[in-house]
């Protein structure tokens, strides 16, 4: 089994901070893209930023220049440092990772439960 845990949401004033992080667990032999989506309410799922097993990242324009993608391979973590957080980023947020399972040749995406992250005065 794979598990991929997230914490780090809440309630934010705009213009404020939170920093995602997502851990995966289990029987994990390899691990490629690590990204983080966002849903809110009425909309679309929609990729925030993901970043490649060598480390080049990619972000969505509403967010360049706000947030940071990061990941420790050694920890199996992926992390999503928020700045300047506006209302229009409320959303529930979600990691995606893909893992190939140790007792697999094949590549799987798996997606944690998702984080509340809300932005309001």
């Known amino acids: 089994q794979v598990q991929l845990v997230e914490s780090g949401g809440g309630l934010v004033q705009p213009g404020g901070s939170l920093r995602l992080s997502c851990a995966a667990s289990g029987s994990i032999s390899s691990i490629n893209a690590m990204g983080w989506y966002r849903q809110a309410p009425g909309k679309q799922r929609e990729l925030v930023a993901d970043?490649?097993?060598?480390?080049?990242?990619n972000y969505a324009d509403s967010v360049k220049g706000r947030f940071t993608i990061s990941r420790d391979n050694a920890k199996k973590m992926v992390y999503l440092q928020m700045n300047s957080l506006q209302p229009e980023d409320t959303a529930v947020y979600y990691c995606n990772v893909a893992i190939r399972r140790s007792d697999r040749t094949s590549w799987s995406n798996y997606w944690g439960q998702g984080t509340q992250v809300t932005v309001s005065s």
């Open positions: 970043v490649t097993s060598g480390g080049t990242t």
